[in-house]
């Protein structure tokens, strides 16, 4: 698997796509820091675009990466390796890549700033640590829909999708159901819905670390009473890590039922 | 060396194949033939792996292959489109299937033979068709493995070239090894192989030599006795 890994992600990194990304993430990290000349807030307004712009990211380059690597997955499919290496290995590939833009893209400029002697350094870990979950999350998700669909279009259509409805649609029915069962306790309700989506648990996670609950009112006081202790905090991670473990573990058993 | 027992496959409603029983002995050049979409590539890749049949057994080297790996170190394929990723160049796809599978000079004297040094630095997606099938023959014919499976070995080669690849074959064969054609170019057949196994709406028609199918047909040359088993069975 490692081998598969090493020349996913070299052939990765000498395409175009990998440079671009990083030189988004250079230069965003640069001008919020030198716009804002304020780390906390830059952190938040990170976040902002990290939430919405990782996943999308992900999911796309994720399809477009298994679509376009076919030949060369035909290829290694003779060759004496297990099926479940090579498609970890290509699925690592992509990820890895994307996730070391995402880290070296905002690290540098922040650690130029003066990131190690600032107190945000943890909010900041959180927020890359976050984005690479991010990441793994949807590349695996835009495997398991690459290997589903042979066809590109219906491919690309449901990677969108997906992503749209995590991102904003899911967000609109949950909000809409808080409103319509205003009369009932939601405590439960609305961690149990903010679980369910990587996406919503990754801002959660990251705007309670920030310190600005207070700006949610009561239901942030019960986000706050769960995701500020350690055991909210350990459960989120768990739910993340089940987040890409479920995703990976439906491209090992699809690759392996797959005719190519 | 081969065995294939009571092989089921279906591409959605469409049955390929449908109860192939065969067994292929060790050493020789068998070829494997039928009209297009009889089931050939798929019973092939059946072999490698790379189609998981819906029903029926294969074993090769007597080890059956289900969910096993390792026996395609015993094997050597040649895949019938030579699609190799495009922004690789040709030295770095050698050099990488090497890494992926073992060890051998032979690709230093193959690439010689094909007179493929002036293609080393350009990248895949830049050759013609007839130099990307010379760069799939020499990634196939490097390994030393007792099977070679060879798809469409002829496709887009130069009178040369396919020389040399008939030259090739009838090396390794006098190696003892065992292998397995499928060509449309009969003349190709008729020269090469030893025994030939006929495909015909995913069942196997005929298993034998050459001049047994020319007997059982009643025609005098090979081509006739393939198109007549053709129209008998479509009139």
Sequence with gaps: MLKILKYSFFDLMRSRWSYVYFAFY??????L?????????????????????????GTIFGVMYFYNSKEFTELLLAQPLKRSSIFLGQYLGVALSLSMS??????????????????????FSLLLITGTFLTLIFTALAFNIALSNENKIKGFGYAILLWLFLAIIYDGIFLMTLVLFEDYPLDKLSLIGTMLNPIDLSRTLILLKLDISALLG?????????????FGLIISFIMLIVWVVLPVLRIVFKAKKKDF | MVSIQNLYKKFGKNQVLSGVDLDINSGGIFAVLGPNGSGKTTLIKSVLGMVIPNKGEISVLGNNIK?????????????????????LKVKELVK??????????????????????????????????????????VLTFMFNSPLIILDEPTTGLDPISLIRLKDLIQVEKAKGKTILITSHIMSFVEEVSDEIVFLLEGKIYFKGTISELKTKTNQPDFEHAIASILTDNHA
């Design chain 2, 67 to 87: 969910n096993s790996s390792n026996y395609r170190y015993k094997i050597d394929y040649l895949p019938q489109i030579a699609n190799f990723p495009s922004n």
């Design chain 1, 218 to 230: 009561y239901t942030g006081a019960i986000f706050k009473q769960f995701f500020g202790t350690s």
């Design chain 1, 26 to 31: 250079l230069l965003l990290g640069i001008v």
């Design chain 2, 96 to 137: 990488m299937i090497k890494d992926l599978r073992g060890y051998t000079t032979e690709d230093l004297r193959l690439i010689e033979l094909f007179k493929l040094e002036p293609f080393l630095n350009k990248k895949l997606g830049t050759l013609s068709g007839g130099t990307k099938q010379k760069v799939n023959l």
């Design chain 1, 33 to 57: 820091l030198f716009l804002n000349n304020d780390l906390s807030k830059a952190v938040i307004t990170l976040m902002n675009v990290i939430i919405v712009l990782v996943p999308l990211i």
């Design chain 1, 102 to 123: 995402l880290i070296l893209g905002l690290g540098l400029p922040f650690v130029f700033y003066g990131l190690f002697k600032s107190n945000t350094i943890w909010d």
